[in-house]
């Protein structure tokens, strides 16, 4: 089985579902991709065809996916895609799918919060929430430093830099 590398934007179809798998857990969900044309004639965006395609998303790209994704989100979809086969009643049978290493929200479409996941969460645990600031929920950065850097700006800590 070979797999190509693809980026795919679309809409979730139907609500991620998360399960255990082989040595890890995976997120699946259905992704359809529109495509988008004016039409010379009129000058008009009309809507081509659509594909539709299994995405994967293992361990903790597949937790954060079955946490942040819903049904009928606008996403962007990072991965490799290939066919899967298998037999169903002595029937072979295939599937497309893409196993995904990056699922975003597609920005252009909405706004979206993000929040962090902390990689070592012995180090990285929440601390207590600073009630006056709406923005702090005591999440902290991996060094144990707060994420929000405002006290650590207003006392000049900080250097601006281009992003």
Same mark, same amino acid.
């Given at each position: 089985?070979?797999?190509?590398? @693809?980026?795919?934007?679309?809409?979730? @179809? *139907?609500?991620?579902?998360?399960?255990?798998?082989?040595?890890?857990?995976? !997120?699946?969900?259905?992704?359809?991709?529109?495509?988008?044309?004016?039409?010379?004639?009129?000058?008009?965006?009309?809507?081509? *065809?659509?594909?539709?395609?299994?995405?994967?998303?293992?361990?903790?790209?597949?937790?954060?996916?079955?946490?942040?994704?819903?049904?009928?989100?606008?996403? @962007?979809?990072?991965?490799?895609?290939?066919?899967?086969?298998?037999?169903?009643?002595? #029937?072979?049978?295939?599937?497309?799918?893409?196993? #995904?290493?990056?699922?975003?929200?597609?920005?252009?479409?909405?706004?979206?919060?993000?929040?962090? !996941?902390?990689?070592?969460?012995?180090?990285?645990?929440?601390?207590?929430?600073?009630?006056?600031?709406? +923005?702090?929920?005591?999440?902290?950065?991996?060094?144990?430093?707060? +994420?929000?850097?405002?006290? #650590?700006?207003?006392?000049?800590?900080? @250097?601006?830099?281009?992003?």
């Amino acid at each position: 089985m070979s797999s190509i590398p @693809v980026t795919v934007i679309g809409n979730v @179809v *139907d609500s991620p579902v998360r399960r255990r798998a082989g040595n890890g857990e995976v !997120t699946k969900f259905r992704l359809a991709s529109t495509e988008r044309r004016v039409d010379a004639a009129t000058g008009q965006w009309v809507d081509g *065809d659509t594909f539709y395609v299994d995405v994967d998303a293992w361990n903790t790209l597949g937790g954060n996916v079955s946490a942040g994704v819903v049904k009928g989100d606008p996403v @962007v979809v990072i991965g490799r895609i290939s066919t899967s086969e298998y037999e169903v009643d002595g #029937a072979k049978r295939s599937r497309t799918v893409i196993k #995904a290493s990056l699922v975003g929200h597609d920005l252009s479409r909405g706004s979206a919060t993000f929040k962090r !996941t902390p990689r070592n969460p012995e180090v990285a645990a929440p601390g207590p929430a600073d009630p006056s600031n709406p +923005l702090d929920d005591g999440a902290t950065l991996d060094d144990g430093a707060p +994420l929000d850097d405002r006290a #650590a700006a207003e006392a000049g800590d900080l @250097v601006d830099a281009p992003f």
